[in-house]
T-cell receptor
Framework: AQSVTQPDIHITVSEGASLELRCNYSYGATPYLFWYVQSPGQGLQLLLKYFSGDTLVQGIKGFEAEFKRSQSSFNLRKPSVHWSDAAEYFCAVGAGTGTASKLTFGTGTRLQVTL | GAGVSQSPSNKVTEKGKDVELRCDPISGHTALYWYRQSLGQGLEFLIYFQGNSAPDKSGLPSDRFSAERTGGSVSTLTIQRTQQEDSAVYLC??????????????FGSGTQLSVL
């Protein structure tokens, strides 16, 4: 069975600083990987996804993530954080072709942005 | 509709009572999911509907939990004889159902369930 670990429960960065949120997954085959964001009072929104091909994936709001098979990681990055990026971020892994949409989520990382 | 709609947004109930949570997916989306988000936890998969196929109920935590989807659209998650550990945010999501490509899920804002 697949699993996801987000080792950082809470991260604080200053506005304008760079950001990296860590995600490690466990899955026996090529995974489908996702990052979702949950802003206060909002539903979860897809930031980006990786299925195959280029291991550096671009998403919305200036986010990107890099799939590293050797490290079983899919870390989320942003070069310059905005105050509006304060939210909870969830990494998720989808099972193989037949059940790709049955996502397993990590416990989330709460991002706080200081001005 | 414009997005996935869930009702009620908040539900407070007494232990032992039954509750029904409703999800109205995006029009045209054939796939519908229920997840549960407990405090400090990730999102726990509960159940998945895809078209006319039998639902994947593998995530339901006990037989007190059930869900149905009528007419391939609206879904209701029912929790019978609620327990305090059922307190959580229940999230519904829908998608176009293109499973081969790992489709994008659109989430509702959730129902916050509190069992006293």
């Amino acid at each position: 069975a697949q699993s996801v670990t987000q080792p950082d429960i809470h991260i604080t960065v200053s506005e304008g600083a760079s950001l990296e949120l860590r995600c490690n997954y466990s899955y026996g085959a090529t995974p489908y990987l996702f990052w979702y964001v949950q802003s206060p009072g909002q539903g979860l929104q897809l930031l980006l996804k990786y299925f195959s091909g280029d291991t550096l994936v671009q998403g919305i709001k200036g986010f990107e993530a890099e799939f590293k098979r050797s490290q079983s990681s899919f870390n989320l990055r942003k070069p310059s954080v905005h105050w509006s990026d304060a939210a909870e971020y969830f990494c998720a892994v989808g099972a193989g072709t037949g059940t790709a949409s049955k996502l397993t989520f990590g416990t989330g990382t709460r991002l706080q942005v200081t001005l | 509709g414009a997005g996935v709609s869930q009702s009620p947004s908040n539900k407070v109930t007494e232990k032992g009572k039954d509750v029904e949570l409703r999800c109205d997916p995006i029009s045209g989306h054939t796939a519908l999911y229920w997840y549960r988000q407990s405090l400090g936890q990730g999102l726990e998969f509960l159940i998945y509907f895809q078209g006319n196929s039998a639902p994947d109920k593998s995530g339901l935590p006990s037989d007190r939990f059930s869900a149905e989807r009528t007419g391939g659209s609206v879904s209701t998650l029912t929790i019978q004889r609620t327990q305090q550990e059922d307190s959580a945010v229940y999230l519904c999501a829908s998608s176009l159902g293109d499973r081969q490509r790992g489709e994008k899920l659109f989430f509702g804002s959730g129902t916050q369930l509190s069992v006293l």
